[in-house]
C-alpha cells in the first residue's frame, strides 16, 4: 500500500517538474525571439536621440523620440485616426485579394504551358521589377482621382510576384515526385490539385509574402498622389502634417505604417515556416 503511495507521488511530482520544464522551455523561446528585437529598437532610438542632439536639423524639422511617441500615443485617441487606418486596411486587402486571384490564375497558366512562359514569363519579371510609382500617371489618366486608380498600381505591384512565387514553385517541385504521381494515375489537372500545388506551397507563401510588401508600398505612395475628398488614409494624414510642417505627426504616422508592415510580415513570415517546417525544410542551426 506505502509503495502504491510513493509510486502515486513519485508520479505526480515527475509531471509537476515536466509541466515546469516545459513552461520555462517555452518562455526562453519567447526571450529569445523577443530580446534581439527589443535591443535594435533600442538601438535605433538611442540613435535617432544622437542625432536630435547633435543639432543636425532643427527639432522642428527632427523631434525627438519622446516627442514623436507622445504624438503618436495622443493620436490612438483620435477617432479620425482609426478612420484613416481603416481606409488604408481596406484598401490593402482589397487590393492585395484581387492580385492573389490574379497572380496566382496567371501563374498556374504560365506553369502549365511552354507557350504561355516563353510568351509572358519575362515579361511577368519586367512587372515586378517596374518601380509601382511610374504606373500612377498611367492610372491617374485611366480612372481619375479615384479608388480604382490605387487599385490599379496595388495589383501591378504585388500580382507579378505572387505569379513568380507560383511559377518557382512549380518548377522546384521534384521530378521523381512527379514520375512517382504519374505511375499511380495523376494526369492533367489532377497532377496539379494533388501534387504540384502542395508541393509547390512553400515557395507560393514566400511569393504571397513578396506581394504584400509591394502591395503595401504601392499602396502607400498611392495615397500620397491620389487624394480622394471625404476619404481619410493615412496617406492624406502623412500630406496633412507635411503640409503644416508637424514633424512629429507625420514621422508617428511613418510609425504606424511601419508596424503595420512588420506585423503582416511577421504573420507571413509565421505560415511560411510552419509549411517548410512540416515538409522538413526548417534552417538547420549547427
Known sequence: MSEGVVSVARNAVTSTERRSAASVSFGARIWNRTWPRLLAIVIALAVWQLVVLSGWKPEYVLPPPLSVGHTFFEQLIVPKFWQAMGTTINRALI???????????????????????????????????????AWFP????????????????????????????????????????????????ARGARMYRYVMIPAALPSYVSGLKQGWAFAWRSLMAGELLVIIASRPSLGVQRQFFREFANASGLLSTMIVILMVGVLVDGAFSTVANGVRSRRGLGVVRL
Not at 104 to 115: E, I
Not at 145 to 152: C, G, K, S, V, Y
Request: aromatic share 4%.
Open 95 to 133: 487590393g492585395f485579394g484581387l492580385s492573389v486571384l490574379i497572380g496566382s490564375t496567371v501563374g498556374l497558366a504560365v506553369s502549365r504551358s511552354n507557350v504561355l512562359r516563353s510568351a509572358i514569363g519575362s515579361l511577368i519579371t519586367g512587372l515586378q521589377t517596374m518601380p509601382s510609382i
Open 138 to 185: 498611367l492610372a491617374i489618366l485611366l480612372f481619375g482621382l479615384t479608388e480604382q486608380a490605387i487599385a490599379f498600381v496595388v495589383v501591378l505591384g504585388a500580382a507579378p510576384s505572387i505569379a513568380n512565387g507560383v511559377v518557382s514553385g512549380v518548377d522546384d517541385v521534384s521530378p521523381e515526385l512527379q514520375r512517382v504521381a504519374h505511375v499511380l494515375g
